[in-house]
């Protein structure tokens, strides 16, 4: 029911940048928080960033704050991540979800199906 196409990602150096675009169908996306999960290779799910609906605002991990912006654009059903001075950390399959974090991360069905964020040297 819940349809999220994600794209963008690719292979960068350190340093880099890409921007990542989720397109949302299914559901009310202007009323819908929604966010941006990592999963690294071997590893669990990652929180990267929420756009939450009513309050307008933005959250980001610590471990991006500072390089990653997420933005929405309601009319275009669309979130985007922009990634800047990427990082061989950051390589991971990124996955946009609706919902907050703790409601998404047990829901799978709830994610897209992700793209790949490699970087490397």
């Known amino acids: 029911q819940v349809q999220l196409v994600e794209s963008g990602g690719g292979m960068v150096q350190p340093g880099g940048s890409l921007r990542l675009s989720c397109v949302a169908s299914?559901?009310?996306?202007?009323?819908?928080?929604m966010t941006w999960v990592r999963q690294a290779p071997g590893k669990g799910p990652e929180w990267v960033s929420t756009?939450?609906?009513?309050?307008?605002?933005?959250l980001v991990d610590n471990s991006v704050k500072g390089r990653f912006t997420v933005s929405r654009d309601n009319s275009k059903n669309t979130i985007s991540l922009q990634m800047n001075s990427l990082k061989p950390e950051d390589t991971a399959l990124y996955y946009c979800?609706?919902?907050?974090?703790?409601?998404?991360?047990?829901?799978?069905?709830?994610w897209g199906q992700g793209t790949q964020v490699t970087v490397s040297s």
């Open positions: 756009s939450y609906a009513n309050s307008g605002r933005t």
């Open positions: 979800a609706r919902g907050s974090f703790p409601e998404v991360r047990g829901r799978r069905d709830y």
């Open positions: 299914g559901f009310t996306f202007s009323r819908s928080d």
